[in-house]
């Protein structure tokens, strides 16, 4: 079973505010983006996964996406994440209608394919699934079947919403690349910790070390 996954990405200037303690207003549209970058690129070389949108109405995150092999669409609804969310999983449905579908977060520089891939497996079992963040607050992935709605659900204590909706919480071992995602300067450091992609790298030089 291949998947398509919508990655949702505000504008960059208005990216990564919770990290201002760490990266200042210069460098966290660069670092949101090399998230971006390096979620993307994984997310292409795993092989579950058949395609990749973007949703963003960022014209520089559209361009550097778009050259990793992202389809970039329009956040037409311009009314919030989860809009976007099932205004990218509709896109995708109109050219891959009986493809199952997944919410990927952004901001998850250290996302390895096969542990992508084992997430996705997992989540084939059940008509939708998600996974909660490394902090067990928020989620990270939501998928739904073949012929089944996302719903999504996300914001505030998002793993628990998803949970109330009817979605099945994955647990897994072993996938914390996929569960990292980085809002704060300790996530950095603990996504820093996991090996991050060469474009988070890039960005965070000089910024904070590992652990």
Same mark, same amino acid.
């Given at each position: 079973?291949?998947?398509?996954?919508?990655?949702?990405?505000?504008?960059?200037?208005?990216?990564?505010?919770?990290?201002?303690?760490?990266?200042?207003?210069?460098?966290?549209?660069?670092?949101?983006?090399?998230?971006?970058?390096?979620?993307?690129?994984?997310?292409?070389?795993?092989?579950?996964?058949?395609?990749?949108?973007?949703?963003?109405?960022?014209?520089?995150?559209?361009?550097?996406?778009?050259?990793?092999?992202?389809?970039?669409?329009?956040?037409?609804?311009?009314?919030?994440?989860?809009?976007?969310?099932?205004?990218?999983?509709?896109?995708?449905?109109?050219?891959?209608?009986?493809?199952?579908?997944?919410?990927?977060?952004?901001?998850?520089?250290?996302?390895?394919?096969?542990?992508?891939?084992?997430?996705?497996?997992?989540?084939?079992?059940?008509? !939708? %699934?998600? $996974? *909660?963040?490394?902090?067990?607050?928020? +989620? /990270?992935?939501? &998928? =739904? @079947?073949?012929?089944?709605?996302?719903?999504?659900?996300?914001?505030?204590?998002?793993?628990?919403?998803?949970?109330?909706?009817?979605?099945?919480?994955?647990?897994?071992?072993?996938?914390?690349?996929?569960?990292?995602?980085?809002?704060?300067?300790?996530?950095? !450091? %603990?996504? $820093? *910790?996991?090996?991050?992609?060469?474009? +988070? /790298?890039?960005? &965070? =030089? @000089?910024?904070?070390?590992?652990?």
């Amino acid at each position: 079973m291949q998947w398509s996954l919508v990655i949702p990405l505000k504008p960059l200037a208005r990216a990564k505010t919770r990290l201002s303690d760490t990266a200042a207003d210069g460098v966290r549209p660069g670092l949101a983006l090399a998230f971006a970058q390096d979620t993307v690129a994984a997310a292409l070389a795993c092989e579950a996964v058949a395609s990749v949108a973007v949703v963003t109405d960022d014209e520089r995150a559209g361009r550097e996406l778009a050259a990793l092999g992202a389809r970039i669409v329009p956040d037409t609804p311009a009314d919030g994440l989860n809009a976007a969310l099932a205004h990218g999983a509709a896109v995708v449905r109109a050219y891959r209608p009986c493809a199952p579908v997944a919410a990927l977060n952004a901001d998850l520089p250290a996302l390895r394919p096969l542990e992508l891939a084992r997430v996705l497996a997992a989540a084939a079992e059940f008509p !939708r %699934a998600f $996974l *909660a963040d490394a902090a067990e607050i928020g +989620t /990270t992935l939501l &998928a =739904a @079947g073949p012929e089944q709605e996302l719903h999504p659900a996300f914001g505030p204590d998002s793993r628990n919403r998803h949970r109330t909706s009817g979605a099945k919480e994955l647990t897994l071992a072993g996938v914390d690349s996929v569960r990292q995602d980085v809002d704060t300067g300790n996530d950095l !450091r %603990a996504a $820093l *910790a996991l090996g991050v992609g060469p474009y +988070t /790298t890039a960005a &965070a =030089a @000089g910024l904070l070390s590992a652990p």
